[in-house]
């Protein structure tokens, strides 16, 4: 068990959700005998929404949670701002156990603590964008004047200058969406739960956003629940990613875990699609010099060789190969430490560090 | 010629006994060739036989049925001419039975003759039919067996001698039956084809008789304060039907609410009263001059000019018949009842979409309330509030709430269920989440309510004039007693340009409509 602290702002222990009547029988029996979510649905009429989901996220880091159309992401984040009640199992935000709250507590905490962000944007059609984003503040009883200053500066933080008096019917998807984002900013919250943001968008706009997002959470240190169906997404935005597949989470690590060290075939299968340039590192495939002096015989000039750190990615070091018949030295404190040979980019590559 | 026999296979398999004949025609009817007036002369010969025999039940109805209009009207003919012979004396009568008479034997002809046409027509093209049915499913009757005559005379036998008996004979009255009911009542014999008449071939007969119950009525005391009081009924008098007794019961029931909770009924009177006069007030108090400026203007700023200008001129319309104070009137009645409707019908309308109980409770009533014509609501509010304005307004709302609270509640209930977990989600409490997400979002369904509302008000305030509401529809009803046509037709067409007037600039002003 994991109490939450300074470190783990969001924390989750053992949290089951299982949608229908009959709920607790299935709990009882999927714990005793094992059930698998098809028979619990045929037995008890019971679907199995999160399954014993136990996780930790620290102050200020971006979480991603990833999974398939139906692995229970949604529902889980659902559980963190009480949404959803939990069939079992506790969630603790800043130490603070959600469901022993009463029902003006909750209001606060929602209101003033957790930001939220839809899938499918959920934006007031009958508001204009400011009253949309600054809906938060009217809900605690904000004065007029207060809400629109802090509206003013959200739409600033999102690039939406000039469009706090249109309708979101008048706005694209992608602004759309960040309206969503601004809205769940203007409260200032500590905590931004975000499910699926960009899901909906296109490519290139995602693109943006996602970038755009980073840079801002950089700045903010927001600690924030991203979830995503793309693992491209999530490796692009997480400091870590927990893979959930029905209800269950398989797998939680750094990107480069994920990458290099799948847990079982149903993560290798999401991750053998992933580009390695930017997730695989110089420690991780580089071999020391005198091993491969010993295989290649003396390196003839080391300063004719390309140079690169420890903690460069591929991607730089196939940059620095190019053209070169040499291999590439890396360099720790300004002494060679190892060294990438042009197969052991390519390995690399494939993903076998 | 083989090809031709196998071709045919099917059908014969299928029609048995007379193979050849139905093949050949089949295959026409695939072919499309078939004679528009091709006629089986065999069934319009065999008429409900044949189809028996085929067993192609709806056929058989159907001949069987036409034959049955002849052979009845072949026994009024007969039973029309005999009262002629035994009216003689009465020269009026005996003209008026000779004519029915005739009528009923050309009837008799006509029928017999096209109905056998008709199923001679039918019986090849149904038979197909049934043919195409049997291919898909072997249980469908095919052939022809001898053994469903046995079926037809069970029918005929239950069906055809009480429909010409009842034909042949002239029905008893129903006051002659109630005479016999007190006879056998009384131990004197009365004859069986007397009694059979009266139970079978009459009204239906009376099953039960009920003794009268008390007199009840609701004097005062000398203190003022009424008391119930009871006297048995008068000796001698016949007991009563169930529908007598019933209605008797129930008027004692609203005799007793009124005598002694009529100081809520009077409440409500005086509350829609009092409501009514500061309406009526500005419609109707309102110099002529004044007010139709001011409806123009508000139809412009609501509506726009092209219904300003049909506005307009149905204002002129009324000025100009010398409907106006009359058409303000009704005004006056439309916005009193759309204003309660709107008052009581949006908070019940919330109940019901948010809550299933508000909704198994409520839509049960709506249907019944939506289902039950008109003018009868006229009838409770004539009961508890007697006649006038009040009452009218009542019967108005009663009749005008249903789509109200029906829209206000569909419209929040297709409010998305995201959009108020967002709002949830930021930290909503119920009461808000009603006041700035779900009303706001239902609003286009609530306005469409209101636009409903109106409407239905206008045209119940017309008919309210029957409980004397009086307004455009008193002119209406005023003309309909007097057969004064003109009339008429000229309010007729005032309450029309009325309606549409309200309609067009209602629906205009519903800013959501058009999204
Ligand atoms: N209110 C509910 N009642 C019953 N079952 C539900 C409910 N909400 C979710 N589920 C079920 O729980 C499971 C997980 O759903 P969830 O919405 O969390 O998936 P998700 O991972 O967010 O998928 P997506 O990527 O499509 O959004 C699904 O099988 C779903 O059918
Ligand atoms: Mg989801």
Not at chain 2, 88 to 96: I, N
Not at chain 2, 180 to 208: N, S, W, Y
Not at chain 2, 279 to 298: E, K, Y
Not at chain 2, 462 to 478: N, P, Q, R, S, Y
Request: hydrophobic share 45%.
């Amino acid at each position: 068990m994991i109490t939450s602290g300074d470190e783990n702002v969001v924390v989750a222990n053992n949290v089951w959700k299982i949608f229908g009547d009959r709920a607790k029988e299935a709990l009882e029996a999927i714990r005793k005998d094992n059930l698998s979510k098809a028979e619990v649905l045929e037995q008890y009429g019971a679907v199995v929404g999160v399954k014993d989901v136990s996780i930790s996220v620290n102050k200020g880091e971006v979480f991603c949670i990833m999974g398939l159309s139906g692995s229970g992401k949604s529902t889980l984040v659902r559980h963190i701002n009480r949404l959803i009640e939990p069939t079992h199992g506790e969630i603790l935000i800043n130490g603070v156990n959600v469901g022993n709250l009463n029902a003006e507590d909750l209001r606060v905490m929602r209101a003033d603590k957790i930001g939220m962000v839809f899938q499918n944007m959920a934006l007031l059609p009958h508001r204009t964008v400011s009253d949309n984003i600054a809906f938060s503040l009217e809900l605690r009883n904000v004065d007029a004047f207060t809400r629109a200053q802090a509206a003013e500066k959200v739409i600033e933080t999102v690039s939406l200058q000039g469009y706090g008096d249109r309708y979101p019917s008048q706005l694209s998807g992608g602004m759309q969406q960040r309206v969503g984002l601004a809205r769940a900013l203007a409260a200032d919250p500590d905590i931004l739960l975000m499910d699926e943001p960009f899901s909906a968008l296109d490519p290139l706009i995602r693109r943006g956003l996602q970038d755009e997002f980073l840079a801002l959470s950089k700045v903010m240190k927001k600690t924030t629940l991203f979830i995503t169906h793309d693992l491209d997404e999530a490796i692009r935005m997480g400091s870590r990613i927990a893979i959930m597949k029905d209800g269950e989470i398989v797998q939680i690590g750094t990107p480069e875990d994920i990458v290099t060290k799948p847990a079982d075939k149903y993560v290798a299968d999401f991750v053998a699609g992933i580009s390695k340039l930017k997730l695989i590192f110089a420690h991780t495939i580089m071999q020391p010099i005198a091993k491969y002096e010993k295989e290649n015989g003396k390196l003839k000039d080391i300063d004719a060789c390309p140079k690169a750190d420890t903690e460069d990615d591929l991607d730089t070091l196939v940059g620095h190969a190019v053209g070169q018949d040499n291999p590439v030295v890396i360099m720790s404190d300004g002494k060679p430490v190892g060294i990438v040979t042009k197969d052991a980019l390519l390995r690399g590559v494939q993903g076998e560090a | 010629m083989e090809t031709e026999k196998d071709l045919l296979k099917p059908f014969k398999e299928f029609a048995g006994p007379n193979g050849e004949y139905y093949g050949n025609t089949f295959l026409k009817i695939q072919k499309d060739t078939l004679g528009k007036f091709h006629i089986n002369i065999a069934a319009a010969i065999g008429s409900f036989i044949w189809a028996a025999l085929r067993g192609n039940w709806l056929l058989f109805w159907i001949a069987f049925l036409i034959d049955l209009v002849a052979l009845i009207n072949l026994s009024l003919m007969a039973k029309y001419s005999q009262a002629a012979i035994d009216n003689a004396e009465k020269d009026f009568l005996v003209v008026r039975y000779e004519g029915w008479s005739a009528d009923h034997l050309l009837g008799a002809i006509l029928v017999f003759i096209l109905g056998r046409l008709l199923v001679g027509w039918l019986a090849d093209r149904f038979y197909y039919n049934q043919y195409n049915k049997w291919r898909v499913n072997r249980s469908v009757n095919s052939g022809s067996k001898s053994s469903r005559l046995v079926l037809v005379a069970v029918i005929a036998a239950l069906i055809a001698p009480l429909m010409l008996y009842r034909s042949s004979q002239f029905a008893p009255e129903a006051r002659t039956c109630i005479k016999q009911d007190r006879a056998i009542e009384k131990g004197e014999t009365v004859p069986f084809k007397d009694r059979f008449d009266c139970a079978i071939i009459g009204e239906f007969p009376t099953l039960v008789w009920l003794d009268r119950p008390d007199e009840i009525t609701y004097p005062r005391d000398e203190n003022g304060n009424r008391y119930v009081e009871r006297k048995p009924a008068r000796e001698g008098l016949p007991p009563l039907d169930l529908n007598k007794y019933a209605a008797q019961a129930i008027d004692d029931g609203i005799g007793y609410l009124t005598a002694f909770y009529g100081f809520f009924f009077d409440g409500i009177t005086a509350f829609l009263r009092t409501m009514l006069n500061m309406i009526t007030a500005v419609f109707v108090g309102t110099p002529w001059i004044i007010a139709m400026g001011a409806i123009l203007a508000i139809s412009y700023v609501l509506a726009g000019t092209r219904i300003t200008i049909f506005v307009g001129a149905s204002l002129a319309y009324l000025a100009l018949f010398g409907f106006w104070q009359t058409a303000m009137d009704t005004l006056s009645l439309v916005a009193a009842s759309s204003i309660i409707c709107v008052v009581f019908g949006l908070p019940l309308g919330v109940w019901v979409g948010k809550s299933t109980r508000g909704q198994s409770i409520v839509t049960p009533i709506l249907d019944i309330m939506q289902t039950i014509p008109s003018f009868v609501y006229l009838l409770p509010a004539v009961a508890f509030f007697s006649i006038g304005k009040p009452p009218g307004i009542l019967a108005t709302v009663i009749f005008a709430m249903p789509p109200m609270v029906r829209l206000t509640a569909l419209g929040l209930r297709h409010v998305p269920e995201n959009t108020k977990e967002a709002a949830l989600a930021f930290g909503a409490n119920p009461r808000q989440l009603l006041t700035k997400v779900e009303l706001p979002l239902a609003l286009p369904s609530i306005m469409a309510g209101v636009n409903q509302v109106v409407m239905m008000s206008l045209s119940m305030v017309v008919v309210a004039a029957l409980i004397g509401a009086g307004g455009m529809g008193f002119i209406v009803t005023e003309a309909l007693a007097n057969t004064r046509t003109g009339a008429g037709v000229l309010a007729g067409i005032g309450i029309a340009l009325l309606a549409m007037m309200v309609d067009r600039v209602v629906q205009k002003a519903n800013p959501t409509a058009e999204k």
